[in-house]
């Protein structure tokens, strides 16, 4: 019996941590765009129609959608994503990098992205657009995420593989 209970505790713990994949490539992740973006519709959306009330992430092609949090990057990342607050904010002409859980919150399927896609941040009441350039894995203690950089970009990144997360994805975008 105790045999039989690790087996579907293993079992339980694998789908978990590998549901998003899954849902991936059974092709049940659809594009996302919780807000009427102007890159969804193709018009200029007046801001107070189409801001959400807390800034948040938006990553259509993987389904993802984010609330941003600064401080304590533990009780962010247990509530959502976690803005490095040594790096800069959007619309102030440097990096800002975002880190997130690999099993939630949206950056599980971040290794899917691809450059090209598009990544939304909505921040104090602004629509700030990217366009994903770079998807690459490096280790834990590669501080590059952090980069200050000499123009406007955004930097995400989560750990890999969901078993060990001994490696971190890392996507770069530049303003859209």
């Known amino acids: 019996m105790t045999g039989a209970v690790l087996i579907l505790l293993g079992v339980g713990t694998a789908l978990w941590l590998y549901a998003p994949d899954i849902s991936w490539e ?3 992740v659809e594009p996302t765009f919780p807000y009427p973006s102007r890159l969804a519709t193709g018009t ?3 801001e ?3 801001m959400p009330t807390e800034s948040a992430i938006v990553i259509p092609r993987i389904g993802a ?3 941003i949090f600064e401080g304590s990057p533990a009780t962010a990342l247990d509530r959502g994503v976690y803005r490095h607050v040594e790096t800069a904010r959007p619309g102030e002409g440097k990096n800002m990098t975002i880190a997130g859980h690999r099993e939630s919150r949206g ?3 971040l ?3 691809e450059p090209g896609d ?3 941040v909505y921040w104090e009441g602004v629509e700030y657009d990217y366009t994903v350039t770079e998807v690459s894995v490096t280790t834990p ?4 995420v952090l980069w200050e950089g000499t123009s406007e970009s955004l930097t995400l990144y989560t750990c890999v593989p969901r078993t060990e997360g001994d490696q971190r994805t890392v996507v770069r975008a530049v303003p859209y």
């Open 48 to 50: 107070s129609d189409r």
């Open 107 to 109: 950056f599980a399927l």
């Open 26 to 28: 059974l092709g049940l």
């Open 65 to 67: 959608v984010a609330p």
């Open 111 to 113: 290794s899917r992205l």
């Open 118 to 120: 598009i990544v939304i």
């Open 44 to 46: 200029v959306v007046p």
């Open 141 to 144: 203690d590669n501080d590059s």
